[in-house]
């Protein structure tokens, strides 16, 4: 496709507004459809919003936004959504699962002549990674139950003989199924986005993103990014604080690599129809992150390990990205790389507040997150 017409929904946030430089560079036309979330952007409409792409301030959950947005367009690019681990259930819903079908409605309705839709699906969509046992080998794990985190016990053990299991990479062979409200809205879009790909012909990926960080991650929102929350709190010298023991683990993935994955895949139809993982292929420990991090910062500060868990959580998630690589794809930032060219935007932004531990306390009393039993062993 050598010029196109773009829709970014979500494209003042952390992924969108890189796709959205992405397009621009590529010299195709774009527009943004955002509600600019008061959660993420508390000071309004970042100045990173270039001034050449036209800015729809609508919602997703609005048929009009969605006729406004649509119009003209060949490639969407379907960022927009409500994340993290937030105390809501409807909004979920409502946001990431009706938002999505209101745009499928939209297009077969109006019958649009779009040529091609992405989807920013999520690693969430798993119940839990996949793992290998010394003796029974490779396992999808099952989400670990309440009893167990509640007794402090944080692994993942072997269904046959309970051992503890190591992870592995997970393909997107693993089975859905995520249990909590974030991730049954994100299956629910990708499901609704490739179905409706294969009924009506229009070509339509979903991609699963790892953990994704980078410039541009809000400052404010105390609910979702672990690179960001930790960076907030060790700049007001106060510990990250860090659930389970720590050695729960997790694929984070510089924000640019999530961007060439979805040119790549707009671009390529051999695609069509199909979902990937996007990721690194690696893991860091969540522990060993809060250190790295108070490293890079010069803050001789330690996690904190209350010996606190969120229920439905992973205990690990490494993407297994082979199938993407098939058509090409790399990723090219490693974690120091990232990390270091996000805190030298962190550095840009001036004083940064501190908003985790009044959501933290919102967390438990709504037992988003709980206390174990048992304090973790250190
Ligand atoms: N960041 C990650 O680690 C990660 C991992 C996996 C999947 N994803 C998915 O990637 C997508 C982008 O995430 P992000 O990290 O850039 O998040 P973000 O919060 O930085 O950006 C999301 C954008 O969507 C907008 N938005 C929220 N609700 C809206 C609504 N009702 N109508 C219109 N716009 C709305 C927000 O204002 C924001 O600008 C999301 O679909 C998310 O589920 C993100
Ligand atoms: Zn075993």
């Given at each position: 496709?050598?010029?196109?017409?773009?829709?970014?929904?979500?494209?003042?946030?952390?992924?969108?507004?890189?796709?959205?430089?992405?397009?621009?560079?590529?010299?195709?036309?774009?527009?943004?459809?955002?509600?600019?979330?008061?959660?993420?952007?508390?000071?309004?409409?970042?100045?990173?919003?270039?001034?050449?792409?036209?800015?729809?301030?609508?919602?997703?959950?609005?048929?009009?936004?969605?006729?406004?947005?649509?119009?003209?367009?060949?490639?969407?690019?379907?960022?927009?959504?409500?994340?993290?681990?937030?105390?809501?259930?409807?909004?979920?819903?409502?946001?990431?699962?009706?938002?999505?079908?209101?745009?499928?409605?939209?297009?077969?309705?109006?019958?649009?002549?779009?040529?091609?839709?992405?989807?920013?699906?999520?690693?969430?969509?798993?119940?839990?990674?996949?793992?290998?046992?010394?003796?029974?080998?490779?396992?999808?794990?099952?989400?670990?139950?309440?009893?167990?985190?509640?007794?402090?016990?944080?692994?993942?053990?072997?269904?046959?003989?309970?051992?503890?299991?190591?992870?592995?990479?997970?393909?997107?062979?693993?089975?859905?199924?995520?249990?909590?409200?974030?991730?049954?809205?994100?299956?629910?879009?990708?499901?609704?986005?490739?179905?409706?790909?294969?009924?009506?012909?229009?070509?339509?990926v979903?991609?699963?993103?790892?953990?994704?960080?980078?410039?541009?991650?809000?400052?404010?929102?105390?609910?979702?990014?672990?690179?960001?929350?930790?960076?907030?709190?060790?700049?007001?010298?106060?510990?990250?604080?860090?659930?389970?023991?720590?050695?729960?683990?997790?694929?984070?993935?510089?924000?640019?690599?999530?961007?060439?994955?979805?040119?790549l895949v707009a671009t390529d139809d051999r695609a069509d129809?199909?979902?990937?993982?996007?990721?690194?292929?690696?893991?860091?420990?969540?522990?060993?992150?809060?250190?790295?991090?108070?490293?890079?910062?010069?803050?001789?500060?330690?996690?904190?390990?209350?010996?606190?868990?969120?229920?439905?959580?992973?205990?690990?998630?490494?993407?297994?990205?082979?199938?993407?690589?098939?058509l090409g794809?790399?990723?090219?930032?490693?974690?120091?790389?990232?990390?270091?060219?996000?805190?030298?935007?962190?550095?840009?932004?001036?004083?940064?507040?501190?908003?985790?531990?009044?959501?933290?306390?919102?967390?438990?009393?709504?037992?988003?997150?709980?206390?174990?039993?048992?304090?973790?062993?250190?």
């Amino acid at each position: 496709m050598t010029t196109a017409s773009a829709l970014v929904t979500g494209g003042a946030g952390l992924i969108g507004s890189h796709i959205v430089d992405a397009a621009l560079a590529r010299g195709w036309d774009v527009r943004v459809l955002d509600s600019l979330e008061r959660q993420t952007h508390r000071d309004g409409k970042p100045k990173w919003v270039p001034a050449e792409v036209e800015f729809v301030h609508g919602d997703v959950r609005n048929r009009r936004d969605w006729e406004r947005a649509l119009d003209g367009i060949d490639i969407v690019f379907h960022e927009a959504a409500y994340g993290g681990y937030m105390p809501e259930i409807a909004k979920f819903i409502h946001v990431n699962a009706y938002g999505t079908a209101l745009m499928l409605e939209t297009i077969r309705n109006k019958n649009l002549p779009v040529r091609k839709i992405v989807l920013a699906s999520s690693q969430a969509v798993y119940n839990e990674g996949a793992y290998t046992c010394a003796e029974h080998g490779h396992f999808y794990g099952e989400t670990r139950p309440v009893a167990q985190l509640a007794a402090g016990d944080y692994d993942m053990h072997c269904p046959i003989c309970g051992r503890v299991a190591v992870p592995v990479p997970t393909d997107e062979a693993a089975p859905m199924g995520g249990e909590n409200v974030y991730a049954i809205s994100k299956a629910d879009q990708e499901r609704l986005v490739i179905s409706f790909g294969r009924a009506t012909g229009i070509p339509a990926v979903a991609l699963r993103y790892s953990c994704t960080y980078g410039p541009r991650q809000s400052l404010f929102n105390p609910y979702t990014g672990v690179i960001a929350i930790f960076c907030t709190r060790l700049l007001n010298d106060l510990p990250p604080v860090v659930y389970e023991d720590g050695r729960q683990s997790r694929d984070l993935v510089f924000v640019e690599d999530i961007v060439r994955a979805n040119l790549l895949v707009a671009t390529d139809d051999r695609a069509d129809g199909q979902i990937f993982n996007v990721g690194t292929g690696n893991a860091v420990a969540i522990g060993d992150l809060a250190r790295l991090l108070a490293g890079r910062l010069g803050k001789e500060i330690a996690p904190s390990i209350p010996g606190e868990y969120r229920p439905g959580e992973m205990r690990a998630l490494i993407s297994d990205i082979s199938r993407l690589a098939q058509l090409g794809f790399r990723p090219e930032t490693d974690l120091a790389t990232g990390i270091d060219r996000y805190l030298g935007w962190i550095a840009e932004q001036g004083s940064v507040a501190e908003y985790f531990s009044a959501a933290a306390r919102r967390l438990r009393a709504r037992q988003v997150v709980k206390r174990a039993r048992e304090a973790a062993p250190a």
